[in-house]
Structures are given as structure tokens and as C-alpha cells.
């Protein structure tokens, strides 16, 4: 089982749509998780930190369960600018290691 | 504007030569990664400094050899490549057990020819 698992997507929505990602990890010894956005042919740069009681940036909101070991980032009202790969990145406590995910690719279209 | 960079950005290499990438980063980070990212493909981690201590090395063949001088500098060593070692490497840096996130480098595109 990867340590961190993605849908790699494609996801395909208009402008103005609302949509959801999904993130899984299997180390429950996970302290510290992020999602990271890539542009095409760039560096990946972070978007935003995710906070076990969730936190919202503008659009973005990030949601943490670590019962259930999953975190989420949900984009509201979708740009064209929005088109990119979303990386779940999650920092083991034990090994103090960035562990990432395959990515999720997002295209919004007009 | 990024607090690490990496030079050269664009690299064509022929499966005899010898080159190095280079990293620096300037954010007082104590840990340093090399990825690499082939098309269409995710990161792969290839190398970890720990306080200039290499402490992982992700069953990366030997014809890339990375190099830690001090805790701002990191090269990766190339030699004898393969066409399928063609991608996007990057370099990243982080703060050990302050379990924040990691800074990158805008990458060395290479190519082998």
C-alpha cells in the first residue's frame, strides 16, 4: 500500500463548480500535512498547511480526519487559474520525513 | 522570487559526460532533498541531508552521486546517464523537527542524449 495516496484525476470542471480532493495515509504516526500545488513544467509550491480542526484560505478549505486518516482540500468557485496538480504531502513524526502523494491533476475549463 | 536555487535550469548531456547540478538554499534550513520527477510521473525521492548527513538514499543507482559540503549546498554528480534519466530535478529544503514544509528549488531540466 503507498504511504500516500492520491486520485491522480484528471478532474474536468467548469468555471464557478465547486470540487473536492481526497487524500489517504497509512503512517498513523503522521504529525504535520500540507497540499502542495504544481504548475506544468514548475516546482511544486505550497498552497496551504492543514490544521487538525481545518482551516480556509479564500476558496480553499482544508479538512483533516485522522481517524479516518484521510485530509480533503475543497476549492469553491473554481478559476481557469485554478488548472494545476494538487500534491498531498504528509511529514511522518517518526522519520521526519515529507512523504508525498502522486498528485491530483485539475482542469477547469470555461 | 525562491529562497533555494538550482543551476544550471536547462542541462543536455551526452551518456559519456560528466556534469553536477547544483543547490543552494538560504533559509537557514538543516535539511536538503534531491527529487526527481519524469514526465507524467510523481516525485521521486532520491536523497535526504540531515545536518549534512546523508540519511537516505532511495535505491538511487550509482552513476548519480549526490554531495553535502555544509547545511546551504547540495550538488548531485552525473555520470555515464541513461536516456530514460531524463527529467526534472529538483532540490528541496526543509527545518528538521519543526515539522513544517519543504521550500523547492525551480528545478534542472535535463535531457541525456
Known amino acids: 500500500r503507498k504511504e500516500v495516496e492520491q486520485d491522480p484525476g484528471p478532474f474536468n470542471v467548469p468555471e464557478g463548480a465547486t470540487v473536492a480532493f481526497n487524500c489517504t495515509y497509512s503512517?498513523?504516526?503522521?504529525?504535520?500535512f500540507f497540499w502542495y500545488r504544481q504548475d506544468c513544467r514548475k516546482e511544486p509550491k505550497l498552497l496551504m498547511s492543514?490544521?487538525?480542526s481545518g482551516n480556509e484560505d479564500g476558496r480553499f478549505t482544508a479538512q483533516l480526519n485522522r481517524a479516518s486518516q484521510y485530509i480533503s482540500l475543497l476549492i469553491r468557485d473554481s478559476k481557469l487559474s485554478d488548472s494545476a496538480t494538487y500534491l498531498c504531502v504528509v511529514n511522518e513524526w517518526d522519520t521526519d520525513k515529507l512523504i508525498f502523494g502522486t498528485g491530483t491533476r485539475l482542469q477547469v475549463f470555461p | 522570487e525562491t529562497g533555494v536555487t538550482q543551476t544550471p535550469r536547462h542541462l543536455v548531456m551526452g551518456m559519456t559526460n560528466k556534469k553536477s547540478l547544483k543547490c543552494e538554499q538560504h533559509?537557514?534550513?538543516?535539511?536538503m532533498y534531491w527529487y526527481k520527477q519524469s514526465a507524467k510521473k510523481p516525485l521521486e525521492l532520491m536523497f535526504v541531508?540531515?545536518?549534512?548527513?546523508?540519511?537516505e538514499n532511495n535505491s538511487v543507482p550509482s552513476r548519480f552521486s549526490p554531495e553535502c559540503p555544509n547545511s546551504s549546498h547540495l550538488f548531485l554528480h552525473l555520470h555515464t546517464l541513461q536516456p530514460e534519466d531524463s527529467a526534472l530535478y529538483l532540490c528541496?529544503?526543509?527545518?528538521?523537527?519543526?515539522?513544517?514544509?519543504?521550500?523547492f528549488g525551480q528545478g534542472t531540466r535535463l535531457t541525456v542524449v
Open positions: 528541496a529544503s526543509s527545518q528538521v523537527g519543526a515539522r513544517t514544509e519543504a521550500f
Open positions: 533559509l537557514g534550513h538543516n535539511a
Open positions: 541531508y540531515n545536518f549534512k548527513e546523508q540519511t
Open positions: 503512517n498513523s504516526a503522521s504529525q504535520s
Open positions: 492543514v490544521y487538525s
